[in-house]
Nanobody
Framework: QVQFVESGGGLVQPGGSLRLSCAASGTRLSGNRMAWYRQAPGEQRSWVAI???????SHADSVKGRFTISRDNAKNTVYLQMNSLKPEDTAVYYC????????WGQGTQVTVST
């Protein structure tokens, strides 16, 4: 069974940084296009960043220049480095394939606040 386990979230002040991790089991990430998604209270889940199996990346306009997606195929893990965080980045962050599968994890909460 495919499982994604997200970690690394927390409470951070505006302008701060966090690094999220997504560990996968039951599948090899190297063969998949992977993405980070986020869902803020009362909003639909939306994509944040995508990385292909060849390493090509794309980031949503709202995070471009601040967030960076990467992957370590040897560790079967995908990362999201988040810098210059803003209050509007507050959300639960998830990883999944792109297009997404039904195998959503629990996500990791990111709260940006003073």
């Amino acid at each position: 069974q495919v499982q994604f386990v997200e970690s690394g979230g927390g409470l951070v002040q505006p302008g701060g940084s966090l690094r999220l991790s997504c560990a996968a089991s039951g599948t090899r990430l190297s063969g998949n296009r992977m993405a980070w998604y986020r869902q803020a209270p009362g909003e639909q889940r939306s994509w944040v960043a995508i990385i292909t199996n060849t390493g090509f990346t794309s980031h949503a306009d709202s995070v471009k220049g601040r967030f960076t997606i990467s992957r370590d195929n040897a560790k079967n893990t995908v990362y999201l480095q988040m810098n210059s965080l803003k209050p509007e980045d507050t959300a639960v962050y998830y990883c999944n394939t792109s297009p997404s599968s039904s195998n959503w994890g629990q996500g990791t909460q990111v709260t940006v606040s003073t």
